[in-house]
């Protein structure tokens, strides 16, 4: 089966500017969730939806937002870019969240000019 | 606050040597997952070990949970070109839901 796909895959965006990324899930999976890849800090959790529902959320300021749709696919949002945002970008899906093995995309990288 | 913390940050040895990477924490976690990430692609999960003290194989690798359920080790055995990227230790708390993740250890194996 189709594995978790990103789009877009390559993104350059300047500063000020906000950023739309999105995942669709393994088939079947309803838990989404978004994590930040730096080198300096690694993967940091964003937050997870789950049934178009937030269920948990990263320690990241509110410029970073997400939301999810009835087919369960999912939408990251980034207002008012800082330099500081470029980085991958990794969705990742599980059949309920809790408990269950997680399936990574390949990620959208995002460059902030 | 990184949770988890990896060792070494970087490895780099020659094919057929052994090796073992470790994650440690001074949090408990339900249970912990190891991951490998190569350039370009997301992380694949490895393994997870659960019980305190359990010990799992997979092939070469040897993942090992420490008994008050807080550090784990990686032991990959005569290491492979095909070994080489970015292992990842990540806890899962008591949610289920965020993963917290090391910062991992970037492993090079040349033939």
């Known amino acids: 089966k189709a594995g978790v796909t990103q789009t877009p895959r390559y993104l350059i965006k300047t500063r000020g500017q906000q950023v739309t990324l999105s995942c669709s899930p393994i088939s079947g999976h309803r838990s989404v969730s978004w994590y930040q890849q730096t080198p300096g800090q690694g993967l940091q959790f964003l937050f997870e939806?789950?049934?178009?529902?937030?269920?948990n959320k990263g320690n990241f300021p509110g410029r970073f937002s997400g939301r999810q749709f009835s087919n369960s696919r999912s939408e990251m949002n980034v207002s008012t870019l800082e330099l500081g945002d470029s980085a991958l970008y990794l969705c990742?899906?599980?059949?309920?969240?809790?408990?269950?093995?997680?399936?990574f995309g390949e990620g959208s990288w995002l460059t902030v000019v | 606050t990184q949770l988890l913390e990896q060792s070494p940050q970087f490895l780099s040895i020659q094919e057929g040597e052994n090796l073992t990477v470790y994650c440690n924490s001074s949090?408990?976690?339900?249970?912990l997952q190891w991951y490998r990430q190569e350039p370009g692609e997301g992380p694949v999960l490895l393994v997870t070990v659960v019980t305190g003290g359990e010990v799992k194989k997979l092939k070469r690798l040897t993942f090992q949970f420490g008994d008050a359920r807080k550090d784990s080790s990686l032991h990959i055995t005569a290491a492979q070109p095909g070994d080489t990227g970015l292992y990842l230790c990540?806890?899962?708390?008591?949610?289920?839901?965020?993963?917290?993740f090391g910062k991992g250890t970037s492993l090079l194996v040349t033939p």
């Open positions: 939806y789950f049934s178009e529902t937030q269920r």
């Open positions: 990540a806890g899962v708390g008591n949610s289920g839901y965020a993963l917290n």
């Open positions: 990742a899906s599980s059949r309920t969240g809790s408990g269950n093995t997680i399936y």
């Open positions: 949090s408990v976690f339900s249970s």
